[in-house]
């Protein structure tokens, strides 16, 4: 059985006063990044590729002096159950900018080149244990 676990992650023009995101501190944007997730293994691990596209959006931006105004990342993925393995990731993302969309477009495409999290996961990663 596959099991999905969504996530959301924000900021800037899209961020939400009232609803129920938690709100963390964030170096590219003064009010921070909203996230609303449950809090299981699976929920965590869609988040940390949603927050690290983020993340990267807003430092791509920056170095090519892209303005953003705000940012949308939706991820989800799935679990087989009776294996207890990852099905996928999939993610989304809305940009909120003024910059053409040529540019806005060719953004999304480096980031989802270099954003470390999504990277890291493509080439599988060994998970051990360490002894105490």
Request: charged share 25%; glycine share 10%.
């Amino acid at each position: 059985m596959d099991e999905r676990f969504a996530v959301l992650a924000s900021a800037g023009s899209f961020l939400e006063e009232d609803g129920d995101d938690v709100r963390l501190p964030h170096r590219w944007t003064p009010g921070g990044v909203g996230v609303r997730s449950a809090f299981t293994g699976g929920h965590v691990l869609n988040l940390a590729v949603a927050a690290c596209v983020l993340n990267d959006l807003y430092r791509e931006a920056a170095a090519g002096g892209l303005e953003l105004r705000g940012v949308r990342v939706r991820a989800e993925g799935g679990f087989d159950t009776a294996l207890w393995r990852s099905t996928g990731i999939f993610y989304t993302v809305e940009i909120d900018s003024e910059a053409p969309r040529e540019q806005v477009a060719a953004l999304i495409a480096t980031v989802d080149e270099v954003a470390e999290i999504p990277r890291a996961l493509r080439q599988g990663a060994e998970v051990t244990r360490s002894a105490d």
